[in-house]
């Protein structure tokens, strides 16, 4: 997981990002991850302030057979009325007014400054859409893995590869993303995505209790995430990554990646009208290609979008996400 700073920007801060002809110096972003899930998403506005409000069906009418003359009684399906959460992701620049003045670089040093703020919020959307738990913490969502776990929605929408050991576990994701299925939302009034609100000429106050005139800039991501329709994900989970049993690039190993991921293609209720993803980490999709590779079939696919290459297996992308961990404990 990336560093991430807490402290007000300095004039040290500042100098180092000058050149020496006092020019804004570009930043490697080193801490960068992949986060292409952003790209898969479909949006839309909760109808409610604080979160979104859905009803899924976990009845269905009954019917009958009908002689002529014969009366039907009155029959009717059955609904859970489920409101999901929302969680406003949150941080604050500051910097002294005058130090933003300097050699009038202003915009270039906030703009500089926006990069590391947007993937700061990139990765934390990316985590909490996995990893995010009400339960352990009230102010998040419940993410995919606080729902697909055994006992939640059924054994076939949780895939167990094996693994049983403590914090040496992965998993893979598949999510059949579709408005009114799975899909992310924002609050209802409230704005979607990343957004942030400069403000200038404010008094801010120094580590000794000194006042002084700044800017601050408050940046924010309203998040909640909605599964109306659960048969639309499946995740494959327990994947050994170390110890007795552990995935390796043998396609008849231990964990047969290639049998797992055609099972949960399978048991998604359809990839028809969706837009189907399986999501693992680096480690994962370098073992599936080496499995595939070694079992010389033709699951594995490559295609070039927007110049970008997509792996995809059986037609259906495969995403690496960083923010997937190879130190989940086993869920049984």
């Known amino acids: 997981m990336a560093t991430v700073g807490t402290e007000p920007m300095t004039l040290s801060d500042w100098a180092k990002r000058l050149d020496p ?21 479909p949006w839309f506005e909760g109808n409610l302030p604080t979160g979104h409000m859905t009803m899924i069906r976990n009845a269905l009418p009954n019917i009958t057979p009908r002689a002529f003359n014969q009366g039907v009684r009155p029959t009717k399906g059955g609904v859970t009325k489920v409101t999901e959460v929302v969680t406003q992701l949150a941080a604050m ?4 007014r005058d130090l933003l003045r300097l050699n009038d670089n202003r915009a270039a040093y906030i703009a500089s400054e926006m990069r590391g703020f ?6 934390g959307v990316t985590e909490r859409l996995f990893y995010g738990s009400h339960k352990d913490d009230p102010a998040e969502i419940n993410g995919f893995f606080a729902r697909y776990r055994p006992g939640e929605y059924g054994e076939e929408y949780v895939i167990d590869a094996g693994g049983r050991g403590a914090g040496n576990n ?4 598949m999510v059949g993303w579709m408005k009114g299925k799975i899909a992310c939302f924002f609050p209802k009034g409230l704005k979607a995505g990343f957004s942030f609100d400069v403000k200038d000429g404010q008094t801010l106050t120094d580590a000794e209790g000194g006042k002084y005139i700044g800017t601050e800039i408050f940046y924010y991501w309203n998040l909640g995430l909605a ?11 327990n994947i ?12 008849d190993g231990a964990v047969k990646l290639i049998e797992l991921m055609i099972r949960a293609s399978e048991r998604i209720q359809s990839t028809s009208g969706c837009k189907p993803v399986f999501y693992c980490n680096r480690t994962i999709r370098e073992f599936l290609r080496l499995q595939i590779t070694n079992k010389s079939n033709v699951n ?9 290459e997509i792996i995809k297996f059986d037609g259906i992308p495969v995403r690496r996400v960083d923010a997937l961990l190879n130190t989940e404990d086993a869920v049984v």
């Open 240 to 251: 050994p990554m170390s110890g007795t049993g552990a995935i390796t690039s043998d396609p």
């Open 170 to 173: 992965a998993s893979v994701m």
């Open 300 to 308: 594995l696919s490559f295609d070039t979008v927007a110049g970008k």
């Open 93 to 96: 620049f500051q910097a002294d």
């Open 21 to 41: 002809k006092g020019n804004i110096t570009p930043v490697i972003e080193a801490l960068e991850q992949d986060v292409p899930i952003l790209d898969d998403i």
């Open 118 to 123: 947007t993937q700061a919020f990139d990765q």
């Open 227 to 237: 599964v109306e329709d659960y048969r639309y994900a499946v995740r494959i989970a």
